[in-house]
């Protein structure tokens, strides 16, 4: 099982990214897939999870409305479309992925995945 994501940069607030997660050595239709993100001297904290269908999307409250995330199981891959980003949005993101689906009250708890990929910088700033 590999992750490999992409797609962070620097931007300015109110601005947008998409980031990527690419999967590879397993069948992604098959594993929940989650964004978690750490920002300097915090705990890691989940973001949005693909859950089995669209309609089992799970966010992080300070995200919904502007964060989407999307999964592609044919191309083996995961987007998060973030917009209006803030200032507080600023973090390494990971994606992570584990066999089988979770309960939606547990698909932000990085506890519960076992594959991580190596992360991707976001930056908002002026």
């Known amino acids: 099982v590999q992750l490999q994501a992409s797609g962070g940069g620097l931007v300015r607030p109110g601005g947008s990214l998409r980031l990527s997660c690419a999967a590879s050595g397993f069948n992604l239709a098959d594993y929940a897939i989650a964004w978690f993100r750490q920002a300097p001297g915090k705990e890691r904290e989940g973001v949005s999870s693909a859950g089995r269908f669209s309609g089992l999307n799970t966010y992080k409250q300070s995200v919904k409305g502007r964060f989407t995330i999307a999964r592609d199981n044919a191309k083996k891959v995961v987007f998060l479309q973030m917009n209006s980003l803030e200032p507080e949005d600023t973090a390494v993101y990971y994606c992570?992925?584990?066999?089988?689906?979770?309960?939606?009250?547990?698909?932000?708890?990085?506890?519960?995945?076992?594959?991580w990929g190596q992360g991707t910088q976001v930056t908002v700033s002026s």
């Open positions: 992570a992925a584990r066999p089988g689906f979770l309960v939606t009250s547990a698909t932000l708890n990085p506890e519960y995945y076992d594959h």
